[in-house]
């Protein structure tokens, strides 16, 4: 791990991603050219749990991948615990920032154990022996047992799957969160207890988390901020009452539709009862 890039932890609250007047233009098909980002100005703050809301094609994955480092922007400065986004990638980048796919994007043909200890096997750095130690205590951290290391992702339920990919991000201990619709497609109580589980996981290593959500529950759970992609760039980064209280067309029909109305009554009524003490918000 000897060019592994060294990164500084700002103190709480202090910017940890900084995104400056990002631009990213397509070509299309006919000669034109698609602006997605235009002047997007964004900071994340050291151990918040900030949301990323937009309509379908806004760019919402493009800004996700280009601060990992995965993707580089037409024009505009990213910087990811102060360093650019080539430096995140290669040797150690799983030790800056873990990245839960949208499908959990488990290696088929690699056991639960193999595909944890997956990122620790990749820096080399690392014995097996120790790798598979590190990876099963992963294993334990998200709630599965030991029984469940040998098994193939093919034999594993979608909320399974969602565990061993977030054991995975974490395997490295990285300071850094992404995920990327991390409910969809989950049954309503393996989603719930999920989110449950991100909540641990987000308060106990004191992690920084940018998630991307349609699912209204998961981001009332779990953001202390909202980020609302609209108009090719951030319209407003707030928590949620300030997010509610903007006037703009999108911002209505995301809250206040059917289903912002149902999850706020939800929200309602888990505020009106007692506060849990630790443990999971959810009553079961
Ligand atoms: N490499 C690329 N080349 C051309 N167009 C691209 C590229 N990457 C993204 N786009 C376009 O940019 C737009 C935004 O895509 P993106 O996947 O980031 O949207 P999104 O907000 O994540 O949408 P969804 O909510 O549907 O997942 C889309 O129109 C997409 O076609
Ligand atoms: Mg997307």
Do not use: W, Y
Not at 32 to 38: A, I, L, T
Not at 114 to 131: D, F, K, M, S
Not at 138 to 155: S, T
Request: charged residues 20%.
């Amino acid at each position: 791990m000897s060019d592994e890039a060294a990164f500084t932890l700002p103190a709480p609250g202090q910017p940890i991603i900084e995104v400056k007047n990002l631009c990213n233009r397509f070509p299309t098909g006919g000669g034109g050219v698609q602006v997605v980002h235009d002047g997007l100005d964004l900071a994340v703050l050291r151990g918040e749990v900030l949301t990323l809301v937009g309509g379908s094609g806004t760019g919402k994955t493009t800004l996700l991948r280009q601060i990992v480092g995965l993707d580089a922007p037409t024009s505009g400065s990213v910087r990811v615990l102060g360093l650019a986004p080539a430096q995140l990638q290669g040797a150690g980048a799983a030790a800056r920032v873990g990245m839960l796919f949208q499908q959990g994007a488990l290696f088929s043909a690699f056991s639960v154990l193999e595909n944890i200890a997956l990122p620790l096997r990749e820096t080399g750095a690392v014995p097996a022996a120790t790798a598979r130690e590190a990876a099963m205590l992963k294993l334990r951290m998200v709630g599965l047992n030991e029984g469940d290391a040998h098994k193939m992702p093919a034999q594993l339920s979608g909320g399974m799957v969602k565990r061993v990919a977030l054991a995975r991000a974490l395997a490295m201990d990285p300071p850094l969160l992404m995920l990327d619709e991390p409910t969809a497609g989950l049954d309503p109580e393996s989603s719930d207890a999920f989110v449950a589980l991100l909540r641990e996981v987000q308060r106990d290593l004191g992690l920084t988390v940018v998630m991307v959500t349609h699912d209204l529950d998961t981001l009332f759970e779990l953001s202390s901020r909202v980020a609302v992609l609209a108009e090719r760039r951030i319209i407003i980064a707030a928590p949620v009452p300030e997010v509610l209280a903007f006037e703009h067309p999108f911002i209505k029909e995301f809250f206040l539709g059917e289903r912002g109305q149902r999850a706020m009554q939800l929200l309602k009524q888990r505020r009106a009862a007692p506060a849990p003490q630790g443990g999971t918000p959810h009553g079961k």
